[in-house]
């Protein structure tokens, strides 16, 4: 296995991973910036007010993406298996 083809396998799973990751984080911090404005503007100093809205729109982000984000990983565990015998042959 040469050092760019460990280069590559490890950038495409930073990209995988980040493309996985990215709708579930862009949610949290979106709702995490209402109930901040929505905080600020009420005065309201509690920790834990955002801990419920910010589960329910992950889970709500699951349910709607969560069939391409296993698609996405799947392909890419596919790619890699498949890609692993060429690797230790040269």
């Given at each position: ?51 419920i ?6 889970f709500v ?8 984000m ?21």
């Open positions: 296995m040469t050092p760019e083809g460990v280069m590559t396998l490890g950038h495409q799973a930073m990209e995988v991973t980040l493309m996985v990751a990215a709708p579930m984080l862009i949610v949290v911090l979106l709702i995490g910036l209402i109930v901040s404005i929505f905080q600020a503007a009420t005065q309201i100093n509690e920790a834990t007010l955002s801990f809205p910010k589960l329910i729109g992950v982000v699951l349910v709607i993406a969560g069939p391409w296993l698609t996405t990983m799947t392909d890419y565990m596919r790619l890699v298996f498949t890609s692993v015998p060429m690797m230790a042959a040269g």
